[in-house]
Each structure stands twice: as structure tokens, then as C-alpha cells.
């Protein structure tokens, strides 16, 4: 399958897509290092963006309007008319400063409406980062786990009793079981192979199978969600690609974020732009965060 045009916007570091509105036909995505939060319905076309003041990690569609924003030293919440409210941050969470210069990276809402997200240090200093849970009320914050490295792609199954993660130096997707608001029993589902590039952010389809966006590999790959096995390679004509989400009415069709140097754009003409492909399966609807 191959993937085409959706949004010739230029993303320095495109990121973090979503799906919203009544036929989730409403995409969001992030620069994050142009400092941007974008959208584009999926129908009509009418486009959108707004400035932050700091790198934007991942912006989230609340149920209230608005979105949560991983900015720089957040997260914090944005209504929908640009009124700023804060909430716990990582340093409140670690009871610490860190002593590496982190950000937000991707975020994802759980079944049950708690914010999972996680940071990645700028000089990708390994296990400077760490993943962190915020209660859906947007009032706890909490430190899961540290020894991270860049957290990436995370989703998890239908009945939302397995949760899927990427750090992504590790090469590998992992998965926790889900027992109320807690993840256990970390183990590894597949380990990549070298020479398809690095995986990055990611989605679950209704049949719980994992569909991975593969950094410096411009492909977007879906592997079985028990086996591990590669079931289908959507090439992207973009070389970082780093995410992707389901959308429209039925589901049915595949956002894709990228990332793009200037460098890139001789080789790869549609680098950093957003991509949309229809890969045959319906996929789970974007959770919105409740606060």
C-alpha cells in the first residue's frame, strides 16, 4: 500500500495525531519543534493552527473542548478560546528537577480515561527520561517508571486489558497487562531488525493488531498484536515517519504524521507533510482526556 498527500503543511517534527468530532473527521497533530498545534478536517478540508510558546510534545482533544498540551514545562490545559489552566508537572510527579534537559513526547488517553505519557531528553541521553500517568480529573500526576530513553508509541487493546509500548532505542514493542490503573508485567512482543529504520508512534486496530510508524524508515508497518509478525508495510513518501491514528466515519482511514529536514526534501519532495492511506481495517477511536 502506498500513502498519499493529506496536508502539505511543512512539520519540522510532526507528531501525535488525533481524530475527533462527531464522525471523528476533526485531525489534530503537533510541530513539535515548530512550536505548532494543526488541523485539518478530514472532509471539508477547512484547516487550523495555532502557536505555543514552548515545543509542544502532544495536543489531545478534551471532552470539554480544548486540548491537554505537552509543552516543554508542562502539560497544561488549553480551553478551546486559549484560556491556559495548569496542572501537575513532571517535577511535582518526580519531586525533582531533571538533571537532563527533558520534554514531553507522546501521550495517549487509556480505556479508561487516564493520560499516559512520557519524555525524552534533547541529547537522547539513555534512561534520562521516564513515563509518567495522569488521573483523567487532571489533578495526579505520577512517575510509573524511569530508565527511559525516548518514549514513544503506546495504545492498547479493544477489551483495554493489554497496553503496547515503544522506547524507541530499545527496538522493540513491549506490553503491560492493565489491572485498574495499574500496568505489570512488562515483556517483549517483537524486536525489530536492523535496516528498516527506528519505531516511533503507533495505533491498535479492532483486530489488536499494531500499526508503527518506523523513523528514517518511511513506511508505516503493522505486526500482529499476539505473534509479533509483519502483516503489512504501508510505504510513505516521507523518510521520518512517526505516527499515525484512525479516523473518519468508519474508522477506516490512516493518518500519518512525518518529520522533515530541509535536507530531506530533494530526495523525499513530501517531507514533514501528513499523509492518509486506507489500509483495509478499522481501527479505535481517538479517547478524549476528561478534564
Not at 114 to 142: E, I, P, S, V, W
Request: proline fraction near 4%; include cysteine.
Amino acid at each position: 500500500m502506498k500513502a498519499t498527500l493529506f496536508d502539505d503543511r511543512f512539520n519540522i517534527l510532526g507528531e501525535g495525531p488525533t481524530s475527533s468530532g462527531p464522525k471523528n473527521e476533526m485531525i489534530k497533530w503537533v510541530d513539535i519543534d515548530g512550536k505548532k498545534v494543526r488541523s485539518r478536517h478530514l472532509r471539508t478540508g477547512e484547516i487550523t493552527e495555532y502557536d505555543t510558546p514552548e515545543p509542544v510534545g502532544f495536543a489531545i482533544p478534551r471532552v470539554s473542548g480544548g486540548e491537554i498540551l505537552g509543552t516543554e514545562n508542562g502539560p497544561i490545559l488549553r480551553d478551546a478560546d486559549g484560556t491556559i489552566h495548569k496542572v501537575p508537572t513532571r517535577v511535582e510527579a518526580d519531586g525533582y528537577k531533571a538533571t537532563q534537559v527533558v520534554r514531553w513526547n507522546d501521550a495517549k488517553v487509556s480505556p479508561n480515561g487516564d493520560l499516559f505519557l512520557g519524555t525524552l531528553a534533547y541529547d537522547y541521553k539513555t534512561n534520562a527520561a521516564a513515563f509518567y500517568q495522569m488521573r483523567g480529573d487532571g489533578k495526579h500526576l505520577r512517575r510509573l517508571f524511569g530508565d527511559v530513553s525516548i518514549s514513544n508509541g503506546m495504545d492498547w487493546t479493544v477489551d483495554g486489558s493489554k497496553m503496547y509500548y515503544i522506547d524507541t532505542p530499545l527496538r522493540k514493542v513491549e506490553i503491560f497487562d492493565c489491572e485498574e490503573r495499574d500496568i505489570k508485567n512488562r515483556r517483549t512482543l517483537v524486536e525489530f531488525e536492523a535496516g528498516i529504520g527506528n519505531p516511533d508512534g503507533m495505533s491498535i486496530d479492532e483486530n489488536d493488531n499494531l500499526w508503527i510508524a518506523f523513523w528514517e524508515g518511511h513506511a508505516i508497518r503493522c505486526y500482529d498484536g499476539k505473534t509479533g509478525k509483519l502483516l503489512e508495510v504501508v510505504d510513505v513518501p516521507s523518510y521520518r515517519v512517526t505516527s499515525c491514528v484512525f479516523a473518519g466515519e468508519n474508522l477506516d482511514e490512516l493518518i500519518i504524521t512525518s518529520a522533515g529536514l530541509l535536507t530531506d526534501l530533494k530526495e523525499w519532495p513530501e517531507a514533514g507533510m501528513t499523509h492518509i492511506v486506507k489500509p483495509g481495517v478499522r481501527g479505535q477511536k481517538t479517547a478524549l482526556f476528561g478534564a
